[in-house]
């Protein structure tokens, strides 16, 4: 069973910065499409960022997030990262990493985000 485990969440001021680490279990990591979600209470969970395979050389991301937010990938470290800078309290969530393989997926256990002052 292939297992992710995010970490790096927290409590933050509005302006400051926080990086997510999601760490995945297994030999394949570099053939997953690697994903960063968020949901707020009362939303529907929404893709942030997500990076391809193999070096992730092609990364997208959500409006709410471009230029604020980097994904990133080292696939000898079984890990992807979202950096996130200058946080607003509208990013506050559960954040959750996902990893995809063929039509095969895999969710994290998620980690909280609060930005606030």
């Known amino acids: 069973q292939v297992q992710l485990v995010e970490s790096g969440g927290g409590l933050v001021q509005p302006g400051g910065s926080l990086r997510l680490s999601c760490v995945v279990s297994?030999?394949?990591?570099?053939?997953?499409?690697m994903g960063w979600y968020r949901q707020a209470p009362g939303k529907q969970r929404e893709l942030v960022a997500a990076?391809?395979?193999?070096?992730?050389?092609?990364?997208n991301y959500a409006d709410s997030v471009k230029g604020r937010f980097t994904i990133s990938r080292v696939n000898a470290k079984n890990t992807v990262y979202l950096q996130m800078n200058s946080l607003k309290p509208e990013d506050t969530a559960v954040y959750y990493c996902?990893?995809?393989?063929?039509?095969?997926?895999?969710w994290g256990q998620g980690t909280q985000v609060t930005v606030s002052s």
């Open positions: 990076i391809t395979s193999g070096s992730g050389g092609t990364t």
């Open positions: 297994g030999s394949i990591f570099r053939l997953y499409v």
């Open positions: 996902k990893a995809v393989y063929r039509n095969e997926e895999y």
